[in-house]
């Protein structure tokens, strides 16, 4: 039915670049809000940034200043520039989407499948 899929992972350097990109896609109606979360090992899933369709954000304290969330809603897709990345950083990233389907009337969250992001000299 809905599938999100996510790009842009991989190793980077402390003090590095990557843009996350997700894509959503199959009967989509509206997409209410996109997301980025992450799961570090032994640690709960946490919220990084989120944005709702009108475009108002959300940041966690510990990425203010350094990742940015973007959004096109014409493509239902969904980004995450990260800049200035730590080993604290280093976690899977999930893409989310609150969202509700044509033949439904109700709205969802649905989750991609996770890229891997590792910040290590």
């Known amino acids: 039915q809905v599938q999100l899929v996510e790009s842009g992972g991989g190793l980077v350097q402390p003090g590095g670049s990557l843009r996350l990109s997700c894509a959503a896609s199959g009967s989509i109606f509206d997409i209410r809000v996109m997301g980025w979360y992450r799961q570090a090992p032994g640690k709960e899933r946490e919220l990084v940034a989120d944005i709702v369709s009108g475009g108002t954000k959300n940041l966690a304290d510990s990425v203010k200043g350094r990742f940015t969330i973007s959004r096109d809603n014409a493509q239902n897709m969904v980004y995450l520039q990260m800049n200035n990345l730590k080993p604290e950083d280093t976690a899977v990233y999930y893409c989310?989407?609150?969202?509700?389907?044509?033949?439904?009337?109700?709205?969802?969250?649905?989750w991609g499948q996770g890229t891997q992001v590792t910040v290590s000299s």
């Open positions: 989310s989407a609150y969202l509700r389907l044509h033949y439904s009337s109700a709205y969802s969250l649905y």
